[in-house]
């Protein structure tokens, strides 16, 4: 029985050696492959963060041109109301007017917010990827306007948070109807 085994053993263990040793170099083929790859992106990192860049700079380009469009359709359509309101022939008229151009307000900025939030974020992740400075590889005038555009969100938060409080529990509808009591009386007041 001794002689079986240790036959049995001498077949054994070379097929044990060369599994291991095949194992082995496997996982040695594995690592090097991943070095490789490793390395390999290393040289693209540079190339790729560019490609990410670009493509977010034309999404910022898109953000500003939207929030510049968004002013321009407002100050127009501001100026339309105030006319409307200015020619309004009835007192009822006129209140219609103002709460309508109230509501266009709050309108314009709500949007001009989400506009002024997506363009911060954007200009954060082009400064991750392409440092404080990366308007200076594109266009050195795109820094001014978005500072431009970030000294003037103040004012539109303010006067959306205005226009929320005024909302809340009907006060706008309560606002109006006070004035429209406040007209009719200075109304008949002149018919006298």
């Known amino acids: 029985g001794k002689c079986r085994r240790s036959g049995s053993m001498a077949l054994f263990l070379p097929s044990l050696v060369t599994?291991?040793?095949a194992t082995a170099q496997g996982a040695l083929l594995r690592r090097a492959s991943v070095v490789?790859?490793?390395?390999?992106?290393?040289?693209?990192?540079?190339s790729s963060s560019a490609f990410l860049a670009g493509h977010l700079k034309g999404i910022l380009d898109d953000y500003v041109g939207y929030y510049e469009e968004e002013n321009t359709s407002w100050t127009e359509s501001k100026k339309s109301m105030e006319t409307v309101i200015?020619?309004?022939s009835t007192n009822e008229s006129k209140l219609s007017s103002i709460t309508e151009k109230q509501r266009m307000q709050g309108d314009h900025d709500k949007l001009v917010k989400e506009y002024v939030d997506m363009l911060r974020s954007l200009?954060?992740?082009l400064q991750a990827i392409s440092g404080a400075n990366w308007t200076d590889a594109y266009d050195k005038e795109l820094r001014a306007k978005l500072d431009a555009i970030e000294a003037e969100v103040p004012v539109a938060n303010v006067l959306?948070?205005?226009?929320?409080?005024?909302l809340k529990g009907g006060a706008l509808a309560d606002l109006a109807a006070r004035r429209l009591r406040e007209l009719r009386e200075s109304f008949k007041k002149t018919m006298i």
């Not at 490789?36 to 990192?45: I, M, P």
């Not at 959306?160 to 005024?166: F, I, Q």
């Open 19 to 21: 599994l291991l040793v």
């Open 36 to 46: 490789n790859e490793d390395r390999a992106l290393d040289r693209n990192e540079t």
């Open 86 to 88: 200015e020619l309004a």
């Open 123 to 125: 200009d954060g992740s």
């Open 160 to 166: 959306l948070a205005k226009a929320s409080v005024l």
